[in-house]
Each structure stands twice: as C-alpha cells, then as structure tokens.
C-alpha cells in the first residue's frame, strides 16, 4: 500500500525567502492551538515582515526550519540568547504533521543548541491554560514558574517631555551601549541586551529610552513601535527589555517612556512584567496598567535564572 513520505529535512537555517511560509504555519498552528483551547473563531494573523527579520537576525544559527520532501516548511524553533540567558519562541508544527514526535525533536534540539552556547537560563513561555502544552514541555525537563504578565495603559498624546532616546546620541551611540551593556551585567550578571538594542536600531523598528541622572545611567528600556501584525497601522509601544537599578528608577523609566509614546504617536504602552517582580508589577497597577494577557514561563530543570538585583525585565517573544 502507497504511504506518503513522512521523511523531513533540517534543522536549517531560514532565510528572508522563507518569511511567508513561515508566516502560514504560524498562523495555522496558533488558530489551530486557539480553537483547540476552546477559542472558536480567533484566526491569528501573519506577523509583519520586519518582526519576522528581527526574529531571525536576533536568533542568528539559533533560527531552525525543518522541510518535508518537497522543500515546504514544516516547522520552526527560533532559539534566542542574550548572553547567559536563553529561551525558546516562538516554535510551531504544521496542524497536518502534529503528533510525529517533531515538537520533542524541536525542543531538545534547541536546548542542545543553548546548552553549547553557555546559556546558564534556559526556557520559554506558554499560555497557563493550554496544559496541554505544560504537560508536553514538562516531560522535556521544563518545570512551571512564574507567570509572564502583559500589561497596557492607554496614554494621551499629548505633548511630553522628550525621551533621551538611544539612537540620539550621535557620536555617543557606542558609549551608550556600554552603558547598557555594565547596567544589565550588573544586576543580572551575565545577561546582554547589545544584539537586540543594536538590531532594533538597525531595522528601524523602535529605539532605547535612557533614564540618566547626573551623567550615571539609572535605566533603560528597550521597545518596538513597528506594528506586530501584518497590515496593522502603528498603535502602541512594545517594551521588549527593561533594567532599572531601582524602583525608584522604574518608575522614572515608566515616566520617559510616556514620553516615548507621544512622540511615536501612539496611544498605548504595552510591558511584558515577570511576577516574580511583585513590587514593580503592583507600582505598573498602581500607575493605572491593566492586565492584557499571561502566559506561563517555563525553565529547563538545573539552568534557573540567576539572582537578580533591580528590575530586569526580559520578553520572551517576539
């Protein structure tokens, strides 16, 4: 009896000719997730093609595609480190080819890949009532945590105080990076934010809000403006990374990036807060945020974060 070819290709790595078939399986793979959860009628959309160039840039040889025999993608891991820390996001599987084993392959071949690079934190995140998910990564090794919290406030636009943004300082961009770079290793020892800080800039997708206080850098905050989904007009400001030595400083940081919303345009701010956090996520409810979304951040058994200091904030998506 005649069996269609199963075999697949990969892991390779993608290329910008592959953002449109990596575009179709997530889509398909995540409406399918939804509606399995129990979300009938949530179709998600293609991601905007410059999120797509950051998400493949930012992962470099940690970006993985695996293809069927006739070259169409199957499914893909975008593998992430910055510095110590690594996780995993976002990863798929074609509906057709679900329950073949691919997702395990994906998986253990990520935390491979992270393990050879030294990574000290490895994970990723899923949403808290897909326990099917839960259940699938726990057999991998990754055990449940603290929940990752998205958290939006609605802002005037109004004139504000202009932001001392990144991309600003001219001749000085080298030294800000720096800065940023012995801030975050400070309180997070090990952790680097250069390459996304540097590619964000590249790309032209959004900046770095600096929050100085007498020549001494109290905190930045790393975000894109540039629309999430395909063919959406520009309507909030993402905050990706966040370091505040203190919460003091977070608070001024969460001041400036007003600022940064107004002079985007933009009407909304959106922070992704890790609840271990506690106080800075009550100083975001405080200050009038309101909770959007959460998902479940999930660690690798032996490789925890390391002790932190301060506020470091690190989105674990796209």
């Given at each position: 009896m005649w069996r269609p070819d199963r075999t697949l290709r990969g892991p390779e790595r993608p290329t910008l000719r592959d953002i449109e078939p990596l575009n179709r399986v997530f889509a398909d793979a995540f409406t399918d997730r939804y509606s399995r959860d129990g979300l009938v009628g949530v179709r998600v959309p293609h991601l905007n093609t410059l999120v797509w160039r950051y998400a493949l840039e930012d992962a470099g040889d940690g970006a993985m595609i695996w293809r069927d025999?006739?070259?169409?993608l199957v499914a893909f891991n975008m593998v992430h480190r910055s510095g110590t820390e690594g996780w995993m996001g976002p990863l798929a599987v074609r509906p057709d080819r679900q329950g073949e084993g691919l997702g395990s392959t994906m998986v253990r071949t990520g935390i491979d890949w992270?393990?050879?690079?030294?990574?000290?934190?490895?994970?990723?995140?899923?949403?808290?009532?897909?326990?099917?998910?839960?259940?699938?990564?726990?057999?991998?090794?990754?055990?449940?945590?603290?929940?990752?919290?998205?958290?939006?406030?609605?802002?005037p636009r109004r004139v504000a105080a202009a932001p001392e943004l990144l991309s600003k300082a001219g001749h000085q961009i080298a030294h800000g990076l720096e800065e940023c770079r012995r801030l975050t290793d400070e309180l997070a020892p090990g952790v680097d934010f250069t390459r996304e800080i540097t590619l964000t800039r590249d790309l032209g997708i959004g900046d770095t809000t600096l929050l100085h206080d007498g020549g001494e850098l109290l905190g930045f905050a790393l975000w894109h403006s540039t629309p999430l989904a395909a063919g959406r007009g520009k309507d909030e400001v993402r905050v990706l990374k966040l370091v505040a030595r203190s919460l003091g400083a977070f608070e001024r940081l969460l001041d400036a990036l007003h600022g940064t919303a107004a002079a985007e345009r933009v009407g909304r701010i959106a922070i992704r807060c890790q609840t271990e956090y506690a106080d800075a996520y009550l100083r975001l409810i405080a200050a009038g945020y309101r909770v959007h979304w959460t998902d479940l951040r999930m660690i690798l058994q032996g490789f925890p974060p390391a002790a932190r200091r301060g506020v470091v904030l690190s989105n674990w998506e796209i």
């Open positions: 025999p006739d070259g169409r992270l393990k050879a690079q030294d990574a000290g934190t490895i994970g990723l995140e899923t949403m808290p009532r897909t326990v099917e998910n839960i259940g699938f990564y726990s057999r991998l090794g990754l055990v449940p945590g603290r929940l990752t919290v998205t958290l939006v406030h609605e802002v």
